[in-house]
């Protein structure tokens, strides 16, 4: 779009700030705004960002990576096409950056350009990836003593749930709606006021776009409802878990074929999708690094909590690593998909996506097997049993995650040398500070940064 009419477009909407957004590498999303006087020239030239702002964790403690300090400069330029009216903020509309150099060069350290650089791998294979986030949270109401508790005490998917939140709901609904964001089902969960509302699945890019504005939507229309929202994998430790699945889908760019599914087989994966899963198992241990990227994300990741502590994959089992989802009966096109279970809002959704999809693809490059799907919980199976069919527990831990994923030469070489750097060395000083900490700690600041 020509900027000038995208300037018209943007005070037609009544809008004083755009802000510039973007996740970084702790999974917080960040961003500078800029006034519409000033809308044309900084679309055009981008917001002057410090190189330090990667290297910071999620305490905004700034970690000792090389090139990462008070010297030099990115620009956080704008993907025009993201453009969105925000319904919760008077006068404020947003768009997801990314970082660039000073060259006018997509920057290393970038995450969403990640993303771009798989989705673009992925392109020269031939396919598309379309994909989802499926989040859960937690709403609460804050006590007079400051901390929170449960906005309820319903049980999972009872109808006590929505009457607690029915306003709240309709609201985020909207908000979401007015974005762009379709919304297919929401129900109460688990956990004491614990909430799932999904929206509809898109190109992989857009679809992690989406999350992060998902994440700022819930977030900013239950504090409006005198409410707190709050998307961390774990925010009461005697709680249910908070993950966010991702479903992922791979189709032929010429015909636009399912090549995950067998044509006249519904429920069948294909030797593509079997190749793709295996891809997955075989780095899983680094992946989840990417995908429940934070300390407080292994609260959550353990057996028989239906979130998957095993690498192993089975047709619909929720307590498999990689469920197939089975296909829907009305659906217009095969809906055949993945699922990946190990994940939760605390990622960065560009990496944990651009992880999945590399993953993937270098297991139909190297034609890999997945093995025989696994139709029992695989924390029942004895050790001897996993070991047999080749079930590995998953890292315990964000350090041994972190370990795991330096292990990782594929990824590694994926995520290239300033941001994998980064990442290594941002999660590991979380790790440190956490574990240096006690269990309230950790729940408070998980709790509100997420």
Not at 62 to 72: A, D, N, R, T, Y
Not at 159 to 184: C, K, N, R
Request: proline share 5%; net charge negative; glycine share 8%.
């Amino acid at each position: 779009m020509d900027l000038n009419a995208f300037e018209r477009k943007v005070r037609y909407d009544d809008v004083r700030f755009v802000r510039f957004l973007y996740c970084d590498t702790s999974g917080i999303i960040r961003g500078k705004s800029v006034h519409i006087d000033k809308l044309v020239e900084r679309a055009r030239g981008g917001i002057g960002l410090t190189v330090a702002m990667p290297a910071m964790n999620m305490l905004d403690q700034l970690q000792p990576v090389e090139g990462l300090g008070p010297v030099g400069e990115v620009r956080l330029v704008p993907d025009i096409g993201s453009y969105t009216r925000l319904p919760y903020a008077p006068h404020s509309a947003s768009m997801m950056a990314n970082m660039v150099t000073l060259d006018r060069e997509p920057w290393g350290a970038c995450a969403r350009n990640f993303l771009e650089r798989m989705i673009e791998r992925a392109r020269q294979a031939g396919v598309v990836i379309e994909a989802a986030f499926e989040p859960e949270w937690s709403l609460a109401v804050r006590k007079e003593d400051g901390s929170c508790v449960p906005v309820d005490q319903s049980l999972c998917f009872s109808t006590v749930g929505w009457e607690a939140s029915v306003g709240v709901i309709d609201d985020i609904v909207a908000a979401l709606e007015a974005q762009g964001m379709p919304v297919e089902q929401f129900y109460p969960e688990l956990g004491h006021g614990q909430q799932e509302l999904t929206i509809r699945h898109a190109t992989a890019l857009r679809a992690a776009d989406n999350h992060v504005r998902y994440r700022d939507t819930v977030r900013a229309v239950a504090r409006k409802h005198n409410f707190v929202a709050s998307l961390a994998p774990k925010p009461f430790a005697d709680q249910a878990g908070n993950g966010c699945h991702i479903h992922l889908s791979v189709w032929d760019a010429s015909s636009g074929r399912n090549l995950m599914a067998v044509e006249g087989k519904p429920n069948v994966l294909s030797e593509f999708g079997r190749a793709w899963v295996a891809g997955v198992l075989s780095h899983l241990p680094g992946l989840v690094a990417l995908t429940a990227a934070s300390y407080n994300s292994y609260r959550r990741l353990k057996p028989h909590m239906w979130s998957s502590a095993f690498g192993c994959w089975g047709f619909d089992n929720r307590e498999a690593a990689v469920r197939i989802a089975s296909v829907l009966w009305d659906e217009t096109k095969p809906s055949l998909n993945m699922e990946l279970k190990p994940s939760d809002n605390s990622n960065n959704p560009y990496l944990a996506l651009g992880g999945l999809i590399a993953a993937g693809l270098d297991g139909v490059d190297k034609k890999l097997a997945p093995g025989d799907p696994v139709s029992v919980d695989p924390g029942a199976l004895s050790d001897d049993e996993r070991a047999r069919r080749g079930i590995r527990r998953l890292p315990k831990t964000l350090a041994e995650a972190v370990d795991a994923l330096e292990r990782d030469d594929m990824l590694m070489r994926a995520l290239g040398d300033i941001l994998s750097r980064t990442f290594l060395t941002v999660k590991r000083s979380e790790a440190a500070a956490f574990g240096a900490e006690d269990e309230a700690f950790e729940l408070a600041h998980h709790f509100y940064k997420f």
